[in-house]
């Protein structure tokens, strides 16, 4: 069975503050996708990134960055030095085949608050 | 500029009416998807479509139904058969289902009265 689990269901950060937004995925499947979304308050979910199975190297776009682990099942967020702007429900997901042709799993996600 | 558009942004109705919502991509993409999101919860998927005259039934297809005449427009209509109607609602598409990010619409949020 697929599924993506965000156990952290809101979080709450001071301006500034570095905060890491927990993803475990489970999956038979050995070729398989992992993506983060963020869905502000005007509710559109923005795409942020997307890594394959074969590519456990992390990755850093400005203050976020992204640490993908396939010994634990995880694919961490975190974002450093906090802003207001960065409040917004942050959502993990997984592409793996399945027979039942639905091939995308989300999480539940993770609201994120940034404190001014 | 390429997107997907959703309109109307709000849309009310009264109990006992179907109601359609519009979803338009113009990214070339063959897979568009169809989520329904209650206040405070994850997304959950209604209908999906892989490739023009094909759909397939999310987890929560009952009450709606789908329609893919064109590659671009990939409308959901919210039956009268369908319980709780009132949700946000979001279309997405993406190159492929397996393995591509999905783009979304900015959502119709749709209040039944």
């Known amino acids: 069975a697929q599924k993506v689990t965000q156990a952290q269901t809101e979080i709450s950060v001071v301006e500034k503050e570095d905060v890491t937004l927990d993803c475990v995925y489970e999956t038979r499947d050995t070729t398989y996708y992992l993506f983060w979304y963020k869905q502000p308050p005007s509710g559109e979910l923005v795409f942020l990134i997307r890594?394959?199975?074969?590519?456990?190297q992390n990755e850093i776009s400005g203050r976020y960055s992204w640490n993908f682990q396939k010994s634990t099942s995880s694919f961490n967020f975190t974002i450093t030095a906090s802003q207001v702007v960065d409040s917004a429900v942050y959502f993990c997901?997984?592409?793996?085949?399945?027979?039942?042709?639905?091939?995308?799993?989300f999480g539940t996600g993770t609201s994120l608050t940034v404190i001014p | 500029d390429g997107g997907i558009t959703q309109s109307p942004k709000y849309l009310f109705r009264k109990e006992g009416q179907n109601v359609t919502l519009s979803c338009e991509q113009n990214l070339n993409h063959d897979a568009m998807y169809w989520y329904r999101q209650d206040p405070g919860q994850g997304l959950r998927l209604i209908y999906y479509s892989q490739i023009v005259n094909d759909f397939q039934k999310g987890d929560i297809a009952e009450g709606y139904s789908v329609s893919r005449e064109k590659k671009e427009s990939f409308p959901l209509t919210v039956t009268s058969a369908q319980k709780n109607p009132t949700a946000f609602y979001l279309c997405a598409s993406s190159m492929r289902t397996w393995g591509h990010e999905q783009y979304f619409g900015p959502g119709t949020r749709l209040t039944v009265t």
């Open positions: 997901a997984l592409s793996a085949y399945d027979i039942t042709g639905n091939q995308f799993y």
């Open positions: 890594r394959n199975s074969f590519d456990e």
